[in-house]
């Protein structure tokens, strides 16, 4: 069983609807989480940042942390075509620098 | 800004090849990272530095091997490029501390036939 387990998609959806993303882990330790948008022929970027549990909004991007059940979402709204692209999850235990990544989700929003 | 720069964007090597990929970062980050990129299985982790000179093996080093011998540049070196190498190389940086974000390169495309 992986650390992370993320859905790889596709999930394609129409403009304007709210999307959902999710990832599950094992590892208690974990207490940053992290989301990456990559487009297409191009490198990852940090797109939310949660430390612990809780949410955190930024504009049309809400993250949310479930630590008693190990699940973290990403939920966007008022999906647009310029959403589209492969979202990954990741996290850490603080400790050793490394992040540990879900096998990523791609996105499509169609117009 | 970070900015992280990876020496080719597109690479087509033959079977047996030596193979170099270069990184480099313009943010002084302590830490540098390279990963394999492979459809439905996320990144991957081959070799990780925190220091010049210093390395340590990721989740997949085997193949390859890695060079950190100025703070700013990681290079991967791939020694008998094989087929099953073939794949998108990131190369990401990170500065000390425990946000631990990573700022990613635009990624090395490797072809091996």
């Known amino acids: 069983q992986k650390e992370v387990e993320q859905d790889p998609g596709p999930l394609s959806v129409p403009e304007g609807a709210i999307v959902s993303l999710n990832c599950t882990y094992s590892?208690?330790?974990?207490?940053?989480f992290m989301w990456y948008r990559q487009y297409s022929r191009k490198g990852p970027e940090l797109l939310m940042y949660t430390y612990s549990s809780g949410n955190k909004e930024d504009g049309r991007f809400t993250a949310q942390v479930d630590k008693s059940s190990k699940y973290i979402s990403l939920f966007i709204r008022d999906s647009q075509p310029s959403d589209s692209a492969t979202y990954l999850c990741a996290m850490s235990d603080g400790g050793n620098y490394q992040l540990i990544w879900g096998a990523g989700t791609k996105l499509i929003i169609k117009p | 800004d970070v900015k992280v720069t990876q020496s080719s964007r597109y690479l087509v090597k033959r079977t047996g090849e030596k193979v170099f990929l270069e990184c480099v970062q313009d943010?002084?980050?302590?830490?540098m990272f390279w990963y394999r990129q492979d459809p439905g299985l996320g990144l991957r982790l081959i070799y990780f530095?925190?220091?010049?000179?210093?390395?340590e093996k990721g989740d997949i080093p085997e193949g390859y091997s890695v060079s950190r011998e100025k703070k700013e540049r990681f290079s991967l070196i791939l020694e008998s490029a094989s087929t099953n190498q073939t794949s998108m190389y990131l190369c990401a940086s990170q500065g000390d501390g425990s946000y631990n974000e990573q700022f990613f390169g635009p990624g090395t495309r490797l072809t091996v036939l």
């Open positions: 943010m002084d980050h302590e830490n």
């Open positions: 590892n208690s330790a974990f207490q940053y």
């Open positions: 530095s925190y220091d010049v000179k210093m390395k």
